[in-house]
Antibody, heavy 115, light 107 residues
Framework: QVHLQESGPGLVKSSETLSLTCSVS????????WTWIRQPPGKGLEWIGY???????NYNPALQSRVTISLDTSKKQFSLKLSSVTAADTAVYYC?????????WGQGTLVTVSS | DMQMTQSPSSVSASVGDRVTITCRASQDIHTWLAWYQQKPGKAPKLLIYGASSLQSGVPSRFSGSGSGTDFTLTISSLQPEDFAIYYCQQANNFPFTFGPGTKVDIK
């Protein structure tokens, strides 16, 4: 059974960089798109971007200038960096595996941006 | 970006009811559509992919249909554990946008 687990600071100061890691266990990291999605409190889901096992990335144009997603296959981890954060970036951040759809998700981690 | 809309935004129903949720895409997405269920404090769970394929382990009371721009999720007989928010998501054009969600609550 594939399991994903997010980790990282739950509090980030405004204008700084949010950094999260997703650890993958129970399955291969190859041949899938590893994805970050976020959900502001009480709101809907927003696609952030993905990294493929080759290292190819694709980002939401709305966030592209601030986002970096990377993959460490040896550690079976992928990471999200979001720079210059503001209060609008406060959200639950989920990592997920994209196959034909998002079939495995992490439990999510709340990141609050403080001023 | 591709725009996804859902209707209704919320529905009140009783156990045993048949519930239908509609999702509409702003452009043709063929059958690149998935449905997810989200319960409070939990990650979304994949129910349907490819517009009509049931994800492994999902009860057969859930079904999906549609192609092009109009899609439907149907719960044939609502169970207590089905009260949740349901999201559609397109995977035809990046970014793979989600619909705004439909809340199914107890009547």
């Amino acid at each position: 059974q594939v399991h994903l687990q997010e980790s990282g600071p739950g509090l980030v100061k405004s204008s700084e960089t949010l950094s999260l890691t997703c650890s993958v266990s129970g399955g291969s990291i190859s041949s899938y798109y590893w994805t970050w999605i976020r959900q502001p409190p009480g709101k809907g889901l927003e696609w952030i971007g993905y990294v493929y096992d080759s290292g190819v990335t694709n980002y939401n144009p709305a966030l592209q200038s601030r986002v970096t997603i990377s993959l460490d296959t040896s550690k079976k981890q992928f990471s999200l960096k979001l720079s210059s954060v503001t209060a609008a970036d406060t959200a639950v951040y989920y990592c997920a595996r994209l196959d034909v759809a998002l079939d495995y998700w992490g439990q999510g981690t709340l990141v609050t941006v403080s001023s | 970006d591709m725009q996804m809309t859902q209707s209704p935004s919320s529905v009140s129903a009783s156990v045993g009811d048949r519930v239908t949720i509609t999702c509409r895409a702003s452009q043709d997405i063929h059958t690149w559509l998935a449905w997810y269920q989200q319960k409070p404090g939990k990650a979304p769970k994949l129910l349907i992919y490819g517009a009509s394929s049931l994800q492994s382990g999902v009860p057969s009371r859930f079904s999906g249909s549609g192609s092009g721009t109009d899609f439907t999720l149907t719960i044939s007989s609502l169970q207590p554990e089905d009260f949740a928010i349901y999201y559609c998501q397109q995977a035809n054009n990046f970014p793979f946008t989600f619909g705004p969600g439909t809340k199914v609550d107890i009547k």
